[in-house]
């Protein structure tokens, strides 16, 4: 039987680079049962290290980004449903739960609610090298040790690197991990009551808050965390980009000069399309049309061609520069 693994983390944490490096192009997008939300889901074959003809293939899922198993979302929805059957999808025989490291405490939390699910659970370490480089990087063999061994491997999402890693953790981990101290998994009785409803499982989520978070303070004291106040760039940057008065100043000239641009950069480029492509189109029918007489090249058929059909076509041709302008501004902006 081919193995389901769900890999679940919060948005923006390399969760699906990770996927589509650890996966190539064996790659499928799919709307998740009874929704418009898509979900990713690919084979990955695993052969053990020094062992000849134990291959296995398992199902990797990659589910969209969610915070908690409180959905607010109907993206959230899904992963939660990935996570615990509900809406018709399969229960997992694993999950991958991806930590930032750049953002610890909010990956943590999560990790702690997919592990009192009683799930078997491997932690995908993303971002690292970010991390490092802002003072506050993260040891996955001490972070293992401070979660009671579970497996903690660390992994670069754009390169894949560590990847094969985190296939032999995932292979060794199918039996089950241990429930980090601090961690209660729902007994099997009431966790098949709790996950029949989506009400039963907010309620189930919200009710052990205070318990996960002291127990994420923990792990982050573990971590000597708690002591790195390292400013980065990126902070100093949003002291003025969120700042209540200034950020918004700031995005409105950010709009006037995406405007701004978009129309002079397109203006000479719409000019060309209007007048001088235009002007060639149009010498070229009349041209082609002049070899069937005078009575084709000045009737209807030149009207229909020039007149309708050119003017028509090139009318649209001069959106292209403004729109193709325009998206790359907004691809930079992203």
């Not at 579970?150 to 199918?174: C, E, N, Y």
């Amino acid at each position: 039987m081919t193995r389901r693994v769900v890999f679940v983390g919060n948005p923006n944490v390399g969760k699906s680079s990770m996927f589509n490096a650890l996966l190539g192009a064996r790659t499928r997008t799919m709307n998740a049962p009874g929704t418009t939300v898509s979900i990713t889901c690919g084979q990955y074959h695993y052969e053990k290290p020094k062992t000849a003809g134990n291959a296995q293939n398992w199902q990797f899922v990659d589910t969209p980004g969610t915070y908690s198993l409180a959905p607010m979302s109907p993206d959230e929805q899904v992963a939660v449903n990935a996570l615990t059957g509900m809406s018709g999808m399969p229960v997992p025989d694993l999950a991958v739960v991806v930590l930032d490291a750049t953002a610890l405490s909010r990956s943590l939390y999560l990790l702690s609610m997919v592990v009192e699910l009683g799930l078997p659970t491997v932690v995908a370490l993303t971002m690292n090298d970010l991390a490092v480089r802002n003072g506050c990087g993260v040891d996955a063999e001490r972070l293992s040790h401070l979660l009671d061994g579970m497996p903690v491997v660390a992994i670069d999402g754009r390169t894949g690197d560590g990847g094969k890693a985190l296939a032999d953790a995932i292979a060794a981990s199918f039996e089950g991990t241990p429930v980090p101290h601090g961690l209660t998994a729902l007994p099997t009785a009431t966790a098949d009551a709790d996950m029949k409803t989506a009400d039963g499982l907010s309620a189930w989520a919200e009710s052990r808050a205070d318990a996960r978070l002291d127990w994420t303070a923990g792990i982050l004291r573990g971590l000597d965390m708690h002591a790195v106040d390292h400013v980065t760039l990126s902070d100093r940057i949003d002291r003025v980009l969120l700042h209540p008065v200034i950020g918004v100043l700031v995005f409105l000239a950010v709009l006037f000069v995406v405007f701004q641009a978009t129309t002079t950069l397109a203006s000479p480029m719409q000019d060309w399309i209007d007048v001088t492509f235009r002007g060639w189109c149009t010498d070229g029918l009349d041209l082609l049309l002049g070899l069937f007489g005078p009575s084709v090249s000045g009737g209807w058929l030149r009207s229909l061609l020039v007149d309708g059909l050119l003017d028509g076509v090139v009318t649209v041709l001069t959106f292209i520069p403004v729109m193709g302008i325009m998206f790359l501004l907004l691809s930079i902006l992203e």
